[in-house]
């Protein structure tokens, strides 16, 4: 099976999991290290998603939604796509998937204005040229076969003066190389930071409630896998957080031309 077909089977069987009104979102999160920092205004029903919701919110901060056409690359289950449509008053919202099983459950379970779903591949994206204001990308990337290949369908989709927000995980040898595509890209690279720290905290926080829903969601053989996947506090992916094996990044580009 090659990577990217291994990527596919993999949140193909996610998509199926656990009720489709649960589990929304499948980031890491964000959480500021120091605790006076403001939080995010949640609705009661959004409190359990509290740090993926913050990861959101850290890298869309970068650029105003309001009135924009939106479109969420690799939008998972949903949660995200949602939480824009409802908070940040784009005039439309557009969640593209590679799993067409993770589209039927958004297209199920998510809802908001100006909000829909469709299957599609991020290096391939069923989009006219200049169609969108703003691409939002979140902890997706790393699943792709050629990532310059991405930013390019980015900058295809985007109209002249659009948003490229992201962010993503890679290996701490891949960090260079990561960034080299950014800068390289026709996509002009306004900031990029490393939020690893703040990621870090963010499974500490929510560890508890995750592996809970693991432990409900899958059979016993699987949990050692899912968390690593969720990098559960103490799975090997956290450890990998916490001695700088894994780095974390986001990043606000625009196309050129406005």
Not at 145 to 173: I, K, M, N, W
Not at 179 to 188: P, R
Not at 210 to 234: E, T
Request: proline share 5%; with cysteine; charged share 25%.
């Amino acid at each position: 099976m090659t990577g990217q077909l291994a990527w596919r089977w993999c949140y193909d069987l996610l998509a199926t999991r656990g009720r489709g009104d649960q589990w929304s979102f499948m980031n890491y999160g964000y959480a500021p290290v120091d605790p006076g920092a403001p939080q995010v205004p949640l609705d009661p029903s959004e409190t359990a998603d509290r740090m993926c919701i913050q990861l959101y919110d850290h890298v869309v901060s970068a650029c105003d939604l309001t009135g924009r056409d939106v479109l969420e690359i690799g939008c998972g289950r949903g949660g995200g796509s949602q939480w824009l449509s409802r908070h940040r008053a784009p005039r439309t919202t557009t969640g593209v998937d590679l799993s067409d099983r993770a589209v039927a459950l958004c297209n199920d379970h998510r809802s908001g204005p100006g909000l829909t779903f469709v299957q599609g591949d991020a290096l391939d994206l069923p989009f006219p040229d200049a169609s969108v204001d703003v691409v939002v990308n979140v902890e997706s990337s790393h699943c792709y076969s050629s990532f310059p290949g991405f930013l390019d369908e980015v900058h295809r989709v985007l109209r002249p003066g659009g948003a490229l927000l992201f962010a993503d995980l890679r290996d701490r040898q891949e960090v260079d190389e990561l960034v080299g595509a950014l800068e390289a890209s026709s996509l002009g690279l306004v900031s990029r930071r490393d939020i690893t720290a703040e990621v870090l905290n963010a499974l500490r926080i929510d560890s508890d409630r995750k592996s809970v829903l693991m432990k409900a969601w899958f059979p016993r053989p699987f949990h050692r896998a899912v968390a690593r996947f969720a990098a559960l506090r103490g799975s090997r992916t956290y450890r990998r957080f916490q001695d700088g094996e894994l780095v974390y990044l986001s990043a606000h580009l625009v196309r050129p031309g406005a």
